[in-house]
């Protein structure tokens, strides 16, 4: 089974917050895949979709493992967090 999570969230400067966003889950992920502005993080167990549409951050986690999808997840919003105010407490 396949664990897979999508949230849209609305930020000022969002193209800047994803690129901060990708600065600081450096330490964390292996391999990192950019289309235009869209990032495909790949995490050791897991994968992101982080992107800007239309003034918008999109988020996608997907991963076969419960624990290594919500542990993505709020590897991510911690990241999120810092970026955007007003941001709801559970974003995925």
């Given at each position: 089974?396949?664990?897979?999570?999508?949230?849209?969230v609305?930020?000022?400067?969002?193209?800047?917050?994803v690129?901060?966003?990708i600065?600081?889950?450096?330490?964390?992920?292996?391999?990192l895949?950019?289309r235009?502005q869209?990032?495909?993080?790949?995490?050791?167990?897991?994968?992101?979709?982080?992107?800007?549409?239309?003034?918008?951050?999109?988020i996608?986690?997907?991963?076969?493992d419960?624990?290594?999808?919500?542990?993505?997840?709020m590897?991510?919003?911690?990241?999120i967090?810092?970026?955007?105010?007003?941001?709801?407490?559970?974003?995925?």
């Amino acid at each position: 089974m396949r664990f897979k999570g999508e949230a849209c969230v609305k930020g000022g400067k969002a193209l800047e917050a994803v690129k901060f966003i990708i600065q600081g889950l450096k330490p964390h992920f292996n391999f990192l895949k950019r289309r235009s502005q869209c990032y495909e993080v790949e995490f050791e167990s897991s994968v992101a979709y982080v992107g800007v549409s239309k003034g918008r951050i999109w988020i996608r986690v997907e991963a076969e493992d419960l624990a290594i999808f919500h542990g993505t997840k709020m590897l991510i919003q911690s990241q999120i967090c810092e970026h955007l105010v007003d941001m709801p407490e559970y974003l995925l």
